[in-house]
Nanobody, 121 residues
Framework: QVQLVESGGGLVHTGGSLRLSCAAS????????MGWYRQAPGKQRDLVAL???????NYADSVLGRFTISRDNAKNTVYLQMNSLKPEDTAVYYC???????????????WGQGTQVTVSS
């Protein structure tokens, strides 16, 4: 099993910055990708950014140029540097990872518990 532990959320003013971290722990063979989704009250959970094991990165259009995702493979940790934050970035941010538990198993999807990011105007 894989556990994802997030940290770094909080309250910030418009234009401010926050850095989220998510560490994967447990026993597994390989991580295909790690990334972040977010869910605002009354809305669906949406992709923010993903980083694949080959370093390919996907960003939501709404965060391009403001957010940067990075990954430390040695620590099985993914980071999300969020700059120029806007009130519309307010949401619970969830870490997501697609993991192969063994060499021959199909990949499984894991979620963190979520961390609140609030941007005040």
């Amino acid at each position: 099993q894989v556990q994802l532990v997030e940290s770094g959320g909080g309250l910030v003013h418009t234009g401010g910055s926050l850095r989220l971290s998510c560490a994967a722990s447990g026993t597994f063979f390989d991580i295909n990708y790690m990334g972040w989704y977010r869910q605002a009250p009354g809305k669906q959970r949406d992709l923010v950014a993903l980083i694949f094991s080959g370093a390919t990165i996907n960003y939501a259009d709404s965060v391009l140029g403001r957010f940067t995702i990075s990954r430390d493979n040695a620590k099985n940790t993914v980071y999300l540097q969020m700059n120029s934050l806007k009130p519309e970035d307010t949401a619970v941010y969830y870490c997501n990872a697609r993991v192969k538990n063994t060499r021959y198993s199909a990949p499984s999807n894991y979620w963190g518990q979520g961390t609140q990011v609030t941007v005040s105007s």
